[in-house]
């Protein structure tokens, strides 16, 4: 790597990505959506415990870098991911099933 790119790496700005997390309608599964404008999916990074992720993703000056905890326990193992113009999607089972919650209504 040359000097100046180091540089570059660097002095890039760190911005946090917008995340939206939901179970599936059957609560079987997470479904997980990361915005992650301008970048490739050769300059994404996806790692997956049973409790939480991290991302950490890179176009030019940016770098996207993000850990969150899940509500529940999931099996990483069986995670699958997809990217398509800048949106990283990923779905993965929970270790149990979660129960149906109640609609509550709002007045």
Do not use: W
């Not at 994404?44 to 030019?60: E, K």
């Not at 905890?69 to 069986?78: G, I, K, Q, R, T």
């Not at 990217?83 to 129960?99: A, C, E, R, S």
Request: charged residues 30%; proline residues 6%; glycine residues 4%.
């Amino acid at each position: 790597m040359r000097d100046c790119e180091k540089v570059s790496k660097m002095n890039a700005t760190k911005v946090s990505p917008t995340v939206c997390a939901m179970p599936d309608e059957e609560h079987e599964n997470l479904h997980i959506e990361i915005e992650l404008p301008g970048v490739d999916k050769e300059d994404v990074i996806l790692t997956m415990h049973d409790d939480s992720f991290t991302v950490r993703a890179r176009r030019n000056d940016i770098e996207y870098v993000g850990s969150y905890a899940l509500c529940c326990p999931v099996d990483y193992e069986e995670a699958k991911s997809r990217f398509h113009n800048g949106l990283l999607t990923i779905d993965v089972p929970y270790q149990k099933p979660q129960m149906r919650g109640k609609k509550i209504a709002i007045e």
